[in-house]
Nanobody
Framework: VQLQASGGGLVQAGGSLSVSCAAS????????IGWFRQAPGKEREFVTA????????YYADSVKGRFTISRDNAKNTVNLQMNSLKPEDTAVYYC?????????????????????WGRGTQVTVSS
């Protein structure tokens, strides 16, 4: 089982960046996917989630309107497009998977409920 996040980097405030998560070793479309982030000295926080089908998404208030999550079940990938980036978006971004084929709308995902985690990718936004 592997979740590999990639695409992080350094960007100026107001800029855009896309990070991706590639999955292998499990039935990808049986899992909802979440992105979390952790800044130095802070707790890991929920960023966004997408249902197994891609039909439902949910965003933390701090990123709503700026970030967009999408998935391609044929390619076993999830993409997080981040626009209008702010210095406070600086963190290590992690993708994680939770087995869920529910038809319910997505909400905040609980980190302790996730089945698989990726290693994370650094996103740094300079002011």
């Amino acid at each position: 089982v592997q979740l590999q996040a990639s695409g992080g980097g350094l960007v100026q405030a107001g800029g855009s960046l896309s990070v991706s998560c590639a999955a292998s070793g499990f039935t990808f479309d049986d899992y909802a996917i979440g992105w979390f982030r952790q800044a130095p000295g802070k707790e890991r926080e929920f960023v966004t989630a997408i249902s197994w089908s891609g039909g439902s998404t949910y965003y933390a208030d701090s990123v709503k309107g700026r970030f967009t999550i999408s998935r391609d079940n044929a390619k076993n990938t999830v993409n997080l497009q981040m626009n209008s980036l702010k210095p406070e978006d600086t963190a290590v971004y992690y993708c994680a998977a939770e087995r869920s084929t529910t038809a319910r709308a997505m909400g905040i995902m609980d980190p302790s409920a996730m089945d698989y985690w990726g290693r994370g990718t650094q996103v740094t936004v300079s002011s």
